[in-house]
């Protein structure tokens, strides 16, 4: 049973606050400067212990990058990122490495994630060594991780091209187990794969989930896969959060336009005669060098009114556990269970 | 595209002041006593200590250094101890017939190497393309002070085509057989590099679809292969300047030509350091500067390079 | 033609070869493959002869050889005193001193050879570490070790050379060492471009993050991809470094005097072409087959391990 449902308050692993990446462009070699990329503008969400959060959004929304600067693959610009009440955007390397065991990722190319030239088994025990475990130990180490993902101890000696996508993607869970961490950031990490594939990924991540009391932190465009494996989904447009909430709010209230247009994109095996009337979405995602004012989304908002043309919603609390950023959306009352 | 000038050029002094802090150094690193050479066999200690204090070794090497630099600032390049007079100006007179030559060389590159490359890719796999292989493989291979006496010895020897060597009235009949041989080994690069570019432009999508709409071979060929793949080995050709200038040593020897690499040759048989780290450093100069030119004349041409 | 599919150096790759009328695939080995291929490429393959016979001959040397590349025969010249022309006793002639031309040839390939590799080996070495290092640290350390390397690469190689050895004294250690110090920059450079590029990719990244050392990512993750291009390069930096130390030895700059090097065969030579040609041409048809052949060599090697290879100047 998953501990959302379960209705039992679990430890905050992993609090992000006011996230910031922001990418200088260097337009023409004359000035230095020219424009900033805010690839990430302000992303505030938390994880709990056990808990699947899903991170969703079109490409262009700054989802991956969150990940990495959660990871610090890449430094954050502003706002903090706080596991074990420490802030690891701001850790040293010594701290860094250590961090390094409680939060790992697992990454969208499953072809180019583990190196060719390795033996399975060689990239499963560097996991392993990061954790410390002995020279004479590693190998059976590396047996018990990858059966713990469904693959035979035999696979140790193959190499990656020897194995196919959905094989990959169970060792680099493998890899990313391995040191024991207890968040797990999945980049996309079922996108590449064909979708019977997917569906057996999707599962062993959440049965590894349950039986680790893993938290995962998941990134996808895909709705639908967000909706098989979350427990919360936060839905990012344009470097912020646009609406956050659990399953059942994001996908059967849904508050913010944008989240209703891209549930509206998701295919349902549903008779036509059911079919709701669908808001189709016009235009692209704008360049976040310079994103429009007020609601990012006012230009393609069918219903963006004066005021989203002029103030920057703030993501509010528009029912229990529910926030939205979106004038249009009414406040939850002051008194009420979170 | 000004920042970027200016930063090349600030790149290129930083470069130019590391070449002469080496020349220094290796300079410096000379076993014996430069004030006795120059003094001469049978001089005097005093003698040798007063030259000794003129030239400055007696000061501790930061000073010297300090001094080096200084001097170089203002172009003097100290004293040949073999001839007595200035490095530099020893150099620049024998100038002239070096780049003679250096140009000579660049122009056979071109001229042979770019036709039988073009050759070569015309038909790939044909008796021309492994005719100009073969041609290309050779001359990368042959030493060229070896090829330059083969040439001396059928072309002017055994057939009296050309002049054994040396410099005469006219004078590019004389400079003929030694540019020819400093080019050859730049052709077969050339043919090489410029086969396999155009190779692989012809095989690119849109030439493709140009030969299925009809372009006839010889417009593919010459109107759209040819110009991009030509463009890099111009600045190639460019950058062999540039080294050329700095002596082309062997083949001054090999022919008996009076130019800067012969002197510089004399000047090892006798350590006249002076003059050969002078013509080392002019020659890195030459270098550099071709260098620059090169890809200050490729971020003209291409503007992503200005965006780095 | 081997470059799709799995990498040959994989070491479990394996190719069905069908064979013909309904025969079952024979499964090959990557040496198989790679001696497969070395058949379907003539001048490779004559190339790889010769380099094979170079280093028998390097090896067994004064076993081969007729007689001693130093002893002055003396009926090793003509009763005026020249050098006898090939034939008989002496199947290449001898040279003014009255020494077998054939026993110094062979004694010379030892020589080349050595200096070849022994300063093409440092090269690469220095080359390797350098262009590794600076590319995978990245920041001031890459910014001065480039530096460093255009500061070098801003000498004529030649003309240096023959200066350093000037300086330091000609012999066979000083001739490597100085070779080999102006030659790495050619291969650091190519390393640091292809470890820019290795090191965006994604397993890297994920290694990283995983807490591994950069020690351990760079030797044991860039470096095996950096294998293929390294034996390239290498053996076209053999062909190279010949001709420079051949230059050296012409220039009388090279190993000092009674050491047989085919460069200085050639000066020797030179000045008694009016009656002696085969003193000067021989000694050059061997180096000329010697670059050759490692110059075959190594283009097959980089058709064969990595197409992608960049060209080096």
């Given at each position: 049973?998953?501990?959302?449902?379960?209705?039992?308050?679990?430890?905050?692993?992993?609090?992000?606050?006011?996230?910031?990446?922001?990418?200088?462009?260097?337009?023409?070699?004359?000035g230095?400067?020219?424009?900033?990329?805010?690839?990430?503008?302000?992303?505030?969400?938390?994880?709990?212990?056990?808990?699947?959060?899903?991170?969703?959004?079109?490409?262009?929304?700054?989802?991956?990058?969150?990940?990495?600067?959660?990871?610090?693959?890449?430094?954050?610009?502003?706002?903090?990122?706080?596991?074990?009440?420490?802030?690891?955007?701001?850790?040293?390397?010594?701290?860094?490495?250590?961090?390094?065991?409680?939060?790992?990722?697992?990454?969208?190319?499953?072809?180019?994630?583990?190196?060719?030239?390795?033996?399975i088994?060689?990239?499963?025990?560097?996991?392993?060594?990061?954790?410390?475990?002995?020279?004479?130990?590693r190998?059976?180490?590396?047996?018990?991780?990858?059966?713990?993902?469904?693959?035979?101890?035999?696979?140790?000696?193959?190499?990656?091209?020897?194995?196919?996508?959905?094989?990959?993607?169970?060792?680099?869970?493998?890899?990313?187990?391995?040191?024991?961490?207890?968040?797990?950031?999945?980049?996309?990490?079922?996108?590449?794969?064909?979708?019977?594939?997917?569906?057996?990924?999707?599962?062993?991540?959440?049965?590894?989930?349950?039986?680790?009391?893993?938290?995962?932190?998941?990134?996808?465009?895909?709705l639908?896969?967000?909706?098989?494996?979350?427990?919360?989904?936060?839905?990012?447009?344009?470097?912020?959060?646009v609406?956050?909430?659990?399953?059942?709010?994001?996908?059967?209230?849904?508050?913010?336009?944008?989240?209703?247009?891209?549930?509206?994109?998701?295919?349902?095996?549903?008779?036509?005669?059911q079919?709701?009337?669908?808001?189709?979405?016009?235009?692209?995602?704008?360049?976040?060098?310079?994103?429009?004012?007020?609601?990012?989304?006012?230009?393609?908002?069918?219903?963006?009114?004066?005021?989203?043309?002029?103030?920057?919603?703030?993501?509010?609390?528009?029912?229990?556990?529910?926030?939205?950023?979106?004038?249009?959306?009414?406040?939850?009352?002051?008194?009420?269970?979170? | 595209?000004?920042?970027?000038?200016?930063?090349?050029?600030?790149?290129?002094?930083?470069?130019?002041?590391?070449?002469?802090?080496?020349?220094?150094?290796?300079?410096y690193?000379?076993?014996?006593?430069?004030?006795?050479?120059?003094?001469?066999?049978?001089?005097?200690?005093?003698?040798?200590?007063?030259?000794?204090h003129?030239?400055?070794?007696?000061?501790p090497?930061?000073?010297?250094?300090l001094?080096?630099?200084?001097?170089?600032?203002?172009?003097?390049?100290?004293?040949?101890?073999?001839?007595?007079?200035?490095?530099?100006?020893?150099?620049?007179?024998?100038?002239?017939?070096?780049?003679?030559?250096?140009?000579?060389?660049?122009?056979?590159?071109?001229?042979?190497?770019?036709?039988?490359?073009?050759?070569?890719?015309?038909?790939?796999?044909?008796?021309?393309?492994?005719?100009?292989?073969?041609?290309?493989?050779?001359?990368?291979?042959?030493?060229?002070?070896?090829?330059?006496?083969?040439?001396?010895?059928?072309?002017?020897?055994?057939?009296?085509?050309?002049?054994?060597?040396?410099?005469?009235?006219?004078?590019?009949?004389?400079?003929?057989?030694?540019?020819?041989?400093?080019?050859?080994?730049?052709?077969?690069?050339?043919?090489?590099?410029?086969?396999?570019s155009?190779?692989?432009?012809?095989?690119?999508?849109?030439?493709?679809?140009?030969?299925?709409?009809?372009?006839?071979?010889?417009?593919?060929?010459?109107?759209?292969?040819?110009p991009?793949?030509?463009?890099?080995?111009?600045?190639?050709?460019?950058?062999?300047?540039g080294?050329?200038?700095?002596?082309?040593?062997?083949?001054?020897?090999?022919?008996?030509?009076?130019?800067?690499?012969?002197?510089?040759?004399?000047?090892?048989?006798?350590l006249?350091?002076?003059?050969?780290?002078?013509?080392v450093?002019?020659?890195?100069?030459?270098?550099?500067?071709?260098n620059?030119?090169?890809?200050?004349?490729?971020?003209?041409?291409?503007?992503?390079?200005?965006?780095? | 033609?081997?470059?799709?599919?799995?990498?040959?150096?994989?070491?479990?790759?394996?190719?069905?070869?069908?064979?013909?009328?309904?025969?079952?695939?024979?499964?090959?080995?990557?040496?198989?493959?790679?001696?497969?291929?070395?058949?379907?490429?003539?001048?490779?393959?004559?190339?790889?002869?010769?380099?094979?016979?170079?280093?028998?001959?390097?090896?067994?040397?004064?076993?081969?050889?007729?007689?001693?590349?130093?002893?002055?025969?003396?009926?090793?010249l003509?009763?005026?005193?020249?050098?006898?022309?090939?034939?008989?006793?002496?199947?290449?002639?001898?040279?003014?001193?009255?020494?077998?031309?054939?026993?110094?040839?062979?004694?010379?390939?030892?020589?080349?050879?050595t200096?070849?590799?022994?300063?093409?080996?440092?090269?690469?070495?220095?080359?390797?570490?350098?262009?590794?290092?600076?590319?995978?640290?990245?920041?001031?350390?890459?910014?001065?070790?480039?530096?460093?390397?255009?500061?070098?690469?801003?000498?004529?190689?030649?003309?240096?050379?023959?200066?350093?050895?000037?300086?330091?004294?000609?012999?066979?250690?000083?001739?490597?060492?100085?070779?080999?110090?102006?030659?790495?920059?050619?291969?650091?450079?190519?390393?640091?471009?292809?470890?820019?590029?290795?090191?965006?990719?994604?397993?890297?990244?994920?290694?990283?993050?995983?807490?591994?050392?950069?020690?351990?990512?760079?030797?044991?993750?860039?470096?095996?991809?950096?294998?293929?291009?390294?034996?390239?390069?290498?053996?076209?930096?053999?062909?190279?470094?010949?001709?420079?130390?051949?230059?050296?030895?012409?220039?009388?700059?090279?190993?000092?005097?009674?050491?047989?090097?085919?460069?200085?065969?050639?000066?020797?030579?030179?000045?008694?072409?009016?009656?002696?040609?085969w003193?000067?041409?021989?000694?050059?048809?061997?180096?000329?087959?010697?670059?050759?052949?490692?110059?075959?060599?190594?283009?097959?090697?980089?058709d064969?391990?990595?197409?992608?290879?960049?060209?080096?100047?």
């Amino acid at each position: 049973m998953r501990t959302a449902e379960r209705g039992v308050q679990s430890p905050t692993l992993v609090r992000v606050e006011d996230l910031k990446v922001h990418f200088p462009v260097r337009r023409s070699a004359f000035g230095r400067k020219s424009g900033v990329v805010r690839a990430v503008d302000g992303v505030s969400f938390q994880l709990s212990a056990g808990d699947v959060l899903g991170l969703a959004g079109e490409s262009g929304s700054g989802k991956t990058t969150v990940a990495r600067a959660m990871l610090r693959i890449i430094d954050p610009t502003g706002g903090r990122v706080l596991m074990d009440s420490m802030d690891i955007s701001k850790l040293g390397r010594a701290e860094l490495k250590r961090f390094r065991r409680r939060m790992q990722m697992v990454y969208q190319d499953p072809y180019d994630s583990l190196n060719p030239r390795l033996k399975i088994g060689t990239t499963l025990e560097e996991a392993l060594m990061v954790r410390g475990v002995r020279p004479s130990e590693r190998t059976n180490g590396v047996r018990l991780l990858l059966e713990r993902v469904g693959l035979s101890g035999a696979y140790a000696l193959r190499y990656p091209h020897e194995l196919s996508g959905g094989q990959r993607q169970r060792v680099s869970i493998a890899r990313a187990l391995g040191v024991e961490p207890s968040v797990i950031v999945c980049d996309e990490a079922v996108s590449s794969l064909d979708v019977s594939v997917r569906a057996q990924i999707l599962n062993l991540l959440r049965d590894l989930q349950e039986t680790e009391r893993l938290s995962l932190l998941f990134i996808s465009h895909d709705l639908s896969t967000l909706r098989f494996i979350a427990d919360r989904v936060a839905i990012m447009y344009l470097g912020q959060v646009v609406e956050i909430g659990g399953r059942e709010d994001i996908f059967d209230r849904p508050l913010h336009p944008y989240t209703l247009a891209l549930l509206a994109a998701v295919p349902e095996p549903v008779p036509r005669s059911q079919r709701r009337p669908v808001t189709r979405l016009t235009g692209e995602v704008p360049s976040a060098l310079q994103p429009p004012p007020g609601c990012r989304f006012h230009p393609r908002c069918p219903i963006a009114q004066d005021i989203c043309r002029e103030v920057v919603p703030e993501l509010r609390r528009k029912a229990a556990g529910h926030l939205a950023a979106c004038h249009l959306a009414p406040d939850a009352p002051a008194i009420g269970v979170p | 595209m000004m920042a970027y000038l200016l930063r090349r050029l600030g790149w290129m002094f930083v470069i130019l002041f590391g070449v002469a802090t080496v020349t220094f150094f290796v300079a410096y690193m000379v076993p014996g006593d430069p004030a006795r050479m120059i003094a001469g066999p049978g001089a005097s200690a005093a003698t040798i200590d007063s030259i000794r204090h003129q030239l400055g070794l007696d000061q501790p090497i930061a000073r010297q250094y300090l001094d080096y630099m200084g001097r170089l600032a203002s172009g003097n390049l100290g004293i040949s101890f073999l001839h007595r007079v200035p490095v530099l100006t020893a150099i620049f007179q024998r100038l002239g017939t070096t780049a003679l030559i250096a140009l000579g060389g660049v122009f056979w590159e071109l001229a042979i190497g770019i036709p039988v490359g073009i050759a070569a890719a015309w038909k790939p796999k044909s008796i021309l393309d492994r005719a100009g292989t073969a041609f290309a493989l050779l001359g990368l291979s042959a030493p060229p002070f070896w090829l330059g006496l083969l040439l001396l010895y059928y072309l002017a020897f055994q057939h009296s085509i050309f002049p054994l060597g040396g410099v005469g009235h006219p004078l590019l009949w004389y400079l003929i057989l030694p540019t020819f041989t400093l080019g050859i080994g730049g052709a077969a690069w050339y043919t090489r590099m410029l086969r396999s570019s155009m190779l692989e432009i012809l095989r690119s999508p849109y030439m493709q679809m140009a030969r299925a709409k009809g372009m006839p071979s010889r417009i593919l060929l010459f109107r759209h292969a040819m110009p991009n793949a030509v463009i890099p080995l111009i600045t190639m050709a460019g950058m062999d300047l540039g080294y050329f200038l700095g002596g082309v040593l062997i083949i001054e020897v090999v022919f008996g030509i009076p130019g800067v690499g012969q002197q510089a040759w004399q000047a090892v048989q006798v350590l006249d350091i002076p003059m050969i780290m002078g013509t080392v450093l002019i020659a890195a100069v030459f270098i550099v500067l071709m260098n620059v030119i090169v890809d200050m004349s490729y971020a003209m041409f291409d503007p992503r390079i200005r965006y780095r | 033609m081997l470059s799709s599919g799995p990498e040959l150096s994989d070491r479990s790759a394996v190719a069905p070869v069908s064979g013909t009328r309904g025969e079952p695939p024979v499964m090959l080995s990557r040496w198989s493959l790679l001696y497969r291929s070395l058949l379907h490429d003539p001048p490779a393959f004559a190339g790889a002869v010769v380099v094979l016979a170079l280093l028998i001959v390097a090896v067994f040397g004064p076993l081969l050889a007729p007689h001693s590349p130093y002893t002055g025969f003396g009926n090793g010249l003509s009763k005026i005193g020249a050098p006898l022309p090939p034939g008989g006793r002496f199947p290449l002639g001898t040279d003014p001193n009255g020494r077998d031309v054939l026993s110094r040839l062979i004694f010379g390939a030892r020589i080349s050879l050595t200096i070849g590799v022994a300063a093409n080996g440092l090269a690469t070495l220095i080359g390797l570490l350098v262009g590794l290092l600076a590319a995978y640290i990245g920041g001031w350390v890459d910014t001065i070790l480039m530096r460093l390397t255009d500061v070098v690469m801003a000498f004529p190689i030649l003309l240096f050379a023959i200066a350093l050895i000037a300086v330091t004294g000609p012999s066979e250690t000083n001739v490597i060492l100085v070779i080999a110090f102006l030659y790495w920059t050619y291969v650091a450079r190519v390393i640091h471009g292809m470890v820019l590029s290795l090191k965006e990719r994604e397993f890297v990244t994920a290694t990283r993050t995983l807490g591994i050392s950069g020690r351990r990512i760079m030797f044991r993750h860039i470096l095996p991809h950096l294998v293929p291009a390294l034996i390239v390069y290498f053996t076209l930096g053999v062909a190279s470094t010949i001709l420079i130390e051949a230059s050296l030895s012409y220039i009388g700059i090279g190993v000092p005097v009674p050491i047989p090097s085919w460069g200085q065969m050639i000066a020797q030579g030179q000045d008694y072409y009016q009656i002696a040609p085969w003193l000067f041409i021989f000694p050059g048809i061997a180096l000329v087959a010697t670059v050759l052949a490692f110059n075959l060599v190594g283009d097959w090697l980089r058709d064969v391990l990595d197409p992608t290879t960049p060209q080096r100047r």
